[in-house]
């Protein structure tokens, strides 16, 4: 399948990127010479399928890192969803993200989120997102990539002062989300946000927010069990 990328037509090239993304870690090499294709889409499809292999990808973030900046915005996407699927081994790529993420001063949540699987070892990202950590469209997302970076529970206190922020409904969603996503390593915050559940009508208990809070209420329940 790899020859296919030896092909004047882009389209083969594709077809050949499309094959190899479910051909797991033996693809690696292949997938990272069809991050330097003339053609985008290659480059998108190599890229996302790069994130789906996950850690075992981590060689390819030198391949990687200079697509931060490419001038085609989903060529850039696809090389965020592979830090992100990569995780904490995409650690080298985290002063390039977050120098991105202030050139577009906070308007990209897939730089946060890149950096939230990335963890602790993205700690040079940590004054980039402080400094935009309250953009009101974002700031899930930032605040998430903090706490995972620092474990410090004041992120998850702004998570949840973002979930008690009336008339933003969407932000609500995303915090509630959010909460659902770290389940018992938000524990800190549970009898916070059950006492906010508790406030709301039965409406909203029953909305796909109060759904993603009560998941997450049953996910610290059974870690305490558990303990």
Do not use: W
Not at 12 to 28: F, N
Not at 123 to 140: C, G, H
């Amino acid at each position: 399948i790899a020859v296919l990328f030896d092909d004047e037509d882009a389209f083969v090239r594709m077809i050949g990127a499309m094959a190899l993304g479910g051909l797991g870690e033996q693809s690696i090499p292949a997938l990272r010479k069809a991050l330097h294709d003339t053609e985008p889409q290659v480059i998108k499809i190599a890229g996302y399928a790069l994130g789906r292999i996950g850690p075992s990808a981590a060689s390819a973030i030198p391949d990687l890192i200079p697509l931060i900046d490419h001038h085609i915005e989903l060529v850039r996407h696809a090389a965020f969803a592979a830090f992100e699927g990569i995780g904490p081994d995409a650690a080298p790529a985290t002063v390039a993200l977050a120098h991105k993420f202030e050139k577009q001063n906070g308007k990209n949540e897939l730089i946060p989120r890149a950096l939230r699987m990335i963890g602790p070892r993205a700690k040079a990202a940590i004054p980039t997102l402080e400094k935009q950590r309250n953009d009101s469209y974002f700031s899930v997302e930032i605040n998430a990539a903090l706490f995972r970076i620092r474990g410090d529970k004041a992120d998850l206190d702004a998570i949840v002062q973002i979930l008690r922020s009336p008339g933003d409904r969407y932000c609500q969603e995303r915090a509630a989300v959010m909460l659902d996503k770290f389940g018992a390593d938000a524990a800190p915050v549970v009898d916070d946000v059950r006492n906010f559940l508790k406030e709301q009508d039965e409406a909203f208990a029953k909305s796909h927010i109060g759904d993603s809070l009560n998941r997450y209420f049953d996910k610290v329940k059974a870690s305490m069990v558990a303990k």
